[in-house]
């Protein structure tokens, strides 16, 4: 049985200093889950933490470096708070376990720090954005090393470290961990999608395997020359194809930056027999009148310089462009992509101005708002919702079975 006749030494309050960090780490792994499930199911989110293209939750959250064998880091991350704060508390409490626990608490402290630091460099070297939650989470394995260090000066030197207690003390870890895994695995929704889809893209019904595609279709209305509608849509393909796809999409959104070169590829792939339509829906209030804040601040200027890029012929160089450079967006770079694209200053800064094209995109949104658009990027294909993986061959596994 546990003693719980509680020390008052230095180095009681530090253990009790270490319960107070991971049960931190708790709270804000758990807040981490549930960014990352919304993000899966809208493509985007409202949180307060996606300030702009260097500070940005979503765009951390989105990347292929936010999941471990296909889990979330949060939910790795609630594991291993979960694991320490069981870890501190046998020391704390004097529990007979304590002589294996502790040195496994040093040794995962130790394992937290290095982890943080490599996370960090990814999000700064690599992904070139920064997740404030993500930030948090490194502070407290840093806080949580320091308080390592304490009390192991405050012990002198004399704690216990041997290769049967570090086993016995990281298998409990363990457990604590997969429990974790486990209970994410069995409760999270299913598929992360709407619910009136969960369970059903891939799933068999007799020797029939369910669509991706929304069952009902929707009429969207294409312009096909700058004299129709409120202006052109510009398109990629034939416009005698049988297969229509349409992308409601945003500048910043990094989903949308990760689906633009899947749609590439596909179009590729099938050539004259499908159809290629973008549409804006930007995640700002400049031009998107349902969004409570300007979650996307450049979205609506990206979106208007690229239909001047599209009067000229250059829609696709500029958009790709665009969406490939998201990251690194600002009232200079767009204007650069423009003139990358032959746009002159000039013509820039008329694009801008210019109260036709924002009334083109304001129509896109509210098209979009008509027929249910409330995430990006959504995809339409001959009228019908997709909810499938935004990816070459599985857009092309769809169409080819339909």
Same mark, same amino acid.
């Given at each position: 049985?546990?003693?719980?006749?509680?020390?008052?030494?230095?180095?009681?309050?530090?253990?009790?200093?270490?319960?107070?960090?991971?049960?931190?780490?708790?709270?804000?792994?758990?807040?981490?889950?549930?960014?990352?499930?919304?993000?899966?199911?809208?493509?985007?989110?409202?949180?307060?933490?996606?300030?702009?293209?260097?500070?940005?939750?979503?765009?951390?959250?989105?990347?292929?470096?936010?999941?471990?064998?296909?889990?979330?880091?949060?939910?790795?991350?609630?594991?291993?708070?979960?694991?320490?704060?069981?870890?501190?508390?046998?020391?704390?409490?004097?529990?007979?376990?304590?002589?294996?626990?502790?040195?496994?608490? &040093?040794?995962?402290?130790? =394992?937290?720090?290095?982890? /943080?630091? %490599?996370?960090?460099?990814?999000? #700064?070297? !690599?992904? *070139?954005?920064?997740?404030?939650?993500?930030?948090?989470?490194?502070?407290?394995?840093?806080?949580?090393?320091?308080?390592?260090?304490?009390?192991?000066?405050?012990?002198?030197?004399?704690?216990? &470290?041997?290769?049967?207690? =570090?086993?016995?003390?990281? /298998?409990? %870890?363990?457990?604590?961990?997969? #429990?974790? !895994?486990? *209970?994410?695995?069995?409760?999270?929704?299913?598929?992360?999608?709407?619910?009136?889809?969960?369970?059903?893209?891939?799933?068999?019904?007799?020797?029939?395997?369910?669509?991706?595609?929304?069952?009902?279709?929707?009429?969207?209305?294409?312009?096909?020359?700058?004299?129709?509608?409120?202006?052109?849509?510009?398109?990629?393909?034939?416009?005698?194809?049988?297969?229509?796809?349409?992308?409601?999409?945003?500048?910043?959104?990094?989903?949308?930056?990760?689906?633009?070169?899947?749609?590439?590829?596909?179009?590729?792939?099938?050539?004259?027999?499908?159809?290629?339509?973008?549409?804006?829906?930007?995640?700002?209030?400049?031009?998107?009148?349902?969004?409570?804040?300007?979650?996307?601040?450049?979205?609506?200027?990206?979106?208007?310089?690229?239909r001047c890029a599209g009067s000229k012929g250059k829609f696709w160089d500029y958009h790709l462009l665009a969406m490939s450079e998201q990251s690194r967006a600002s009232?200079?770079?767009?204007?650069?992509?423009?003139?990358?694209?032959?746009?002159?200053?000039?013509?820039?800064?008329?694009?801008?101005?210019?109260?036709?094209?924002?009334?083109?995109?304001?129509?896109d949104v509210r098209l979009a708002d008509k027929i249910g658009v409330n995430s990006t990027p959504t995809i339409f294909i001959n009228g019908r919702k997709y909810f499938?993986?935004?990816?070459?061959?599985?857009?092309?596994?769809?169409?080819?079975?339909?």
């Amino acid at each position: 049985m546990p003693n719980t006749t509680a020390e008052t030494s230095p180095r009681n309050k530090s253990w009790l200093v270490a319960l107070g960090i991971a049960a931190t780490g708790i709270a804000t792994s758990i807040y981490s889950i549930k960014h990352h499930l919304e993000l899966r199911i809208h493509g985007h989110t409202e949180a307060s933490c996606n300030i702009n293209s260097a500070i940005n939750c979503d765009a951390v959250a989105s990347s292929k470096y936010s999941e471990f064998l296909d889990i979330p880091l949060g939910v790795w991350g609630l594991g291993y708070f979960l694991a320490m704060i069981v870890l501190a508390a046998t020391v704390y409490l004097q529990h007979k376990s304590k002589k294996d626990h502790e040195p496994a608490w &040093f040794l995962l402290s130790a =394992i937290g720090v290095l982890t /943080s630091l %490599a996370l960090a460099g990814i999000s #700064l070297g !690599v992904l *070139g954005t920064v997740c404030i939650v993500c930030v948090i989470i490194y502070t407290l394995t840093l806080a949580q090393a320091g308080v390592a260090w304490k009390i192991w000066k405050d012990s002198q030197g004399k704690l216990a &470290f041997n290769p049967k207690s =570090i086993v016995s003390g990281l /298998s409990t %870890a363990a457990v604590v961990l997969a #429990l974790a !895994v486990a *209970g994410f695995t069995f409760l999270k929704p299913a598929k992360q999608l709407p619910p009136e889809l969960q369970d059903t893209p891939g799933k068999v019904d007799g020797p029939k395997v369910l669509s991706n595609l929304s069952p009902t279709a929707v009429d969207i209305p294409i312009n096909k020359n700058a004299y129709s509608g409120f202006g052109e849509d510009f398109r990629k393909g034939s416009d005698d194809a049988k297969i229509v796809i349409v992308e409601f999409a945003d500048y910043m959104c990094p989903a949308c930056g990760q689906t633009a070169p899947a749609l590439e590829d596909l179009m590729r792939q099938l050539g004259s027999r499908a159809l290629l339509v973008f549409k804006n829906f930007p995640l700002s209030n400049q031009c998107n009148p349902g969004m409570l804040q300007d979650m996307h601040p450049y979205s609506c200027d990206i979106a208007k310089i690229a239909r001047c890029a599209g009067s000229k012929g250059k829609f696709w160089d500029y958009h790709l462009l665009a969406m490939s450079e998201q990251s690194r967006a600002s009232k200079e770079k767009l204007k650069e992509w423009g003139k990358q694209t032959g746009l002159s200053d000039s013509e820039i800064n008329e694009c801008l101005a210019s109260k036709d094209i924002l009334e083109k995109i304001k129509d896109d949104v509210r098209l979009a708002d008509k027929i249910g658009v409330n995430s990006t990027p959504t995809i339409f294909i001959n009228g019908r919702k997709y909810f499938g993986e935004r990816t070459a061959s599985a857009l092309r596994a769809t169409i080819e079975s339909m």
